[in-house]
């Protein structure tokens, strides 16, 4: 409480902390956004091994990983990387983002990703103060950007990524943090059978699957965390800014016609602007439509 009360006094270390915290935890997410993936297809493909009763052979067993372990390393030498060389932001700049082993080129993404934690942490606290509202945002904001980037590289949205956000939605409702336990109750039902009657829908008259399951679930994830009656601007918002950067891809040739395109980065979009400014934005719809 101490804590809070010098950082309700003294606005600079607030904003301080969160973004030397936030850089710190954007370096996680690199790990994160890296290894899920790789914990997850090793796991199903060991799943599968025992249910074929088929046992991997020497040369396919592979060295056990997880969040913690082992210790990063340039994936193209092998190099360790030491502590000096793991500072958010800094260690690139002083690499010139270059492995300081073999020189090759270390991939954009990693400062990237730790900026846009910083920078995206900040506006969460500048927009809630200090609050339970800022502590709550900080984990939503942080789950929304390693589960983008997992699926723009995989095309995946994994459970243990999208159901802790569902659970942590209705927790902070049972404290009507953002929204009542009854409209984060109703919105998370909804959110799921919203995109799932899509599917169903769209599979019938096609005979594809247009989404994922993982859309289902992070749209109920945001139901939970902002009620069912933010659920409409968020289906809207990134149903929009998906057809427009879709549109861009398709005549920039970044994407072809039949190739899929992920919709998870969409809603992660459409969801923490809601989350922030969505009671703002439907309200001056209301006002212009009087």
């Known amino acids: 409480m101490e804590l809070l009360t010098v950082f309700k006094a003294e606005q600079w270390l607030f904003y301080t902390a969160i973004v030397l915290f936030s850089l710190c935890v954007g370096s996680f997410l690199n790990v994160v956004i890296y290894r899920l993936p790789v914990m997850l297809e090793r796991d199903w493909r060991q799943q599968c091994h025992e249910f074929l009763e088929i046992e991997a052979s020497g040369e396919n067993k592979e ?113 009507e943090t953002y929204t009542s336990l009854q409209a984060s109750v109703i919105g998370a039902i909804a959110g799921y059978l919203v995109l799932w009657t899509v599917f169903q829908v769209f599979r019938l008259v096609t005979g594809k699957e247009g989404m994922g399951f993982g859309d289902f679930k992070l749209l109920a994830a945001m139901g939970a965390w902002m009620g069912w009656t933010m659920l409409p601007q968020i289906i809207l918002v990134s149903s929009v800014v998906g057809a427009i950067a879709g549109s861009f891809m398709l005549v920039t040739g970044k994407t072809r016609t039949q190739q899929p395109i992920p919709f998870g980065p969409y809603l992660a979009v459409a969801g923490w602007i809601a989350l922030l ?10 006002v212009t439509m009087q």
């Open 63 to 175: 060295v056990k990983i997880s969040l913690a372990t082992p210790a990063s390393s340039c994936p193209h030498c092998g190099h360790s990387i030491r502590a000096w060389e793991n500072i958010p932001l800094i260690s690139y700049l002083l690499l010139g983002g270059k492995c300081s082993s073999c020189k090759t080129p270390i991939s954009i993404q990693y400062p990237a990703i730790e900026a846009v934690t910083a920078i995206m942490s900040v506006a969460v606290a500048w927009q809630f103060g200090v609050t339970m509202q800022t502590a709550g945002g900080l984990l939503f904001t942080w789950i929304l950007i390693a589960l983008t980037m997992i699926d723009v590289h995989k095309q995946l949205l994994p459970d243990s990524l999208t159901l802790p956000l569902l659970w942590l939605g209705l927790i902070f409702a049972l404290f």
């Open 277 to 286: 400014w969505g009671n703002d934005i439907n309200q001056a719809y209301l």
